[in-house]
Antibody
Framework: EVQLVESGGGLVNPGGSLRLSCAASGFTFSDYTMNWVRQAPGKGLEWVSSITSFSNYIYYADSVKGRFTISRDDAKNSLHLLMNSLAAEDTAVYYC?????????WGQGTLVTVSS | AIQLTQSPSSLSASVGDSVTITCRASQGISNSLAWYQQKPRKPPKLLMYDAYILQSGVPSRFSGSGSGTDFTLTISSLQSEDFATYYCQQFNSYPYSFGQGTKLEI
């Protein structure tokens, strides 16, 4: 069974940093583009970042460019998102999702709350 | 960046009804569009890609159409489990983007 499990969320002060992780299982992780998508409380979905296989290409939303860094560890079947200079508007559930064009499946998400 | 606008933002319907949700892209995206269903406190679920191709396991009462800038998601004979929020997503080019969502309520 394909499974994605996010971790690393929590409460962080504005200006702080947080590193999210996504543990993948049930498929050949290194073959797939992986993504982060977020959803602010009560709001819609926002694509955040994508990383292709072998980390050949990396893409970011303008809203996070320069502050967030996506990475992958194919040996450990894991995806990461390092988030710096966090602001209140970064408060959201962060989902890990598999796929180069569509997102399937998704993890259950990890909540990041930026507040003092 | 390509913007997607869904309409309506919310929709009330009854079991057995047929409903249509529209997604309009700010520029042509061929058929590079997907639809997702999200239920409260759950991650989204992929319903359809390439505008009309059903993901495996998705009931045939879901159908999609469109190309270029205008797309529709139709759900015929609504079932109770279909009441959820629906999002379109374009994968024509980065940055990928989603519509703002359509909440389908009883």
């Amino acid at each position: 069974e394909v499974q994605l499990v996010e971790s690393g969320g929590g409460l962080v002060n504005p200006g702080g940093s947080l590193r999210l992780s996504c543990a993948a299982s049930g498929f050949t992780f290194s073959d797939y583009t992986m993504n982060w998508v977020r959803q602010a409380p009560g709001k819609g979905l926002e694509w955040v970042s994508s990383i292709t296989s072998f980390s050949n290409y990396i893409y970011y939303a303008d809203s996070v460019k320069g502050r967030f860094t996506i990475s992958r560890d194919d040996a450990k079947n894991s995806l990461h998102l390092l988030m710096n200079s966090l602001a209140a508007e970064d408060t959201a559930v962060y989902y890990c999702a598999r796929g180069a064009i569509t997102f399937d499946p998704w993890g259950q998400g990890t909540l990041v709350t930026v507040s003092s | 960046a390509i913007q997607l606008t869904q309409s309506p933002s919310s929709l009330s319907a009854s079991v057995g009804d047929s409903v249509t949700i529209t997604c309009r892209a700010s520029q042509g995206i061929s058929n590079s569009l997907a639809w997702y269903q999200q239920k409260p406190r759950k991650p989204p679920k992929l319903l359809m890609y390439d505008a009309y191709i059903l993901q495996s396991g998705v009931p045939s009462r879901f159908s999609g159409s469109g190309s270029g800038t205008d797309f529709t998601l139709t759900i015929s004979s609504l079932q109770s489990e279909d009441f959820a929020t629906y999002y379109c997503q374009q994968f024509n080019s980065y940055p990928y983007s989603f519509g703002q969502g359509t909440k389908l309520e009883i």
